[in-house]
T-cell receptor, first 109, second 112 residues
């Protein structure tokens, strides 16, 4: 089966950098996804990593280490609108996903 | 507009009522899903339909009954729910794993 762990809550200041970690245990591996979910809204796709290393996309970057079962999402130049929950997810089998508990990020002025 | 449309956005129902949630996607995706999201809990997979056939049922109580009449539409029929069923119900669709899911905005369900 799959098991995913993330910190429950994080707080950071506007303009700062924050790193949200995700550890996972899977019986097979077919990539790792990060989603952003604002309160009361649908999760939206942020990134997909299937190979080790850092994928950069604007202010957001995602890192993966398959040997360590570890990923992180790096948010730079934080803005107030980045206050949201960040969900780590791995495919279970086929097209099913297992989601982590989500990290609720609060960005303070 | 996310490409996946869910109605209604909010629903309040009594424990003896029968209601249905609707999900529609016109992205050409071949799989559709129902997830339940409760406060402070991970997203829980309820049902998976691939090519209109149900391929996953995660031990969901029979008071939840899914229906997938075609590849673009998915329903969740609700009857005799309990207060603990109050949650955000999210529909999602996908084509290939590499592209992840496209989620609908969800239906906020309150059972009274």
């Amino acid at each position: 089966g799959q098991n995913i762990d993330q910190p429950t809550e994080m707080t950071a200041t506007e303009g700062a950098i924050v790193q949200i970690n995700c550890t996972y245990q899977t019986s097979g591996f077919n990539g790792l996804f990060w989603y952003q979910q604002h309160a009361g809204e649908a999760p939206t796709f942020l990134s997909y990593n299937v190979l080790d290393g850092l994928e950069e996309k604007g202010r957001f970057s995602s890192f993966l280490s398959r040997s360590k079962g570890y990923s992180y999402l790096l948010l730079k130049e934080l803005q107030m609108k980045d206050s949201a929950s960040y969900l780590c997810a791995v495919p279970n089998y086929g097209q099913n996903f297992v989601f982590g508990p989500g990290t609720r990020l609060s960005v303070l002025p | 507009e996310t490409g996946v449309t869910q109605t209604p956005r909010h629903l309040v129902m009594g424990m003896t009522n029968k209601k249905s949630l609707k999900c529609e996607q016109h992205l050409g995706h071949n799989a559709m899903y129902w997830y339940k999201q409760s406060a402070k809990k991970p997203l829980e997979l309820m049902f998976v339909y691939s090519l209109e056939e149900r391929v996953e049922n995660n031990s969901v109580p029979s008071r939840f009954s899914p229906e997938c009449p075609n590849s673009s539409h998915l329903f969740l029929h609700l009857h005799t729910l309990q207060p603990e069923d109050s949650a955000l119900y999210l529909c999602a669709s996908s084509q290939e794993t590499f592209y992840g899911y496209t989620f609908g905005s969800g239906t906020r369900l309150t059972v009274v």
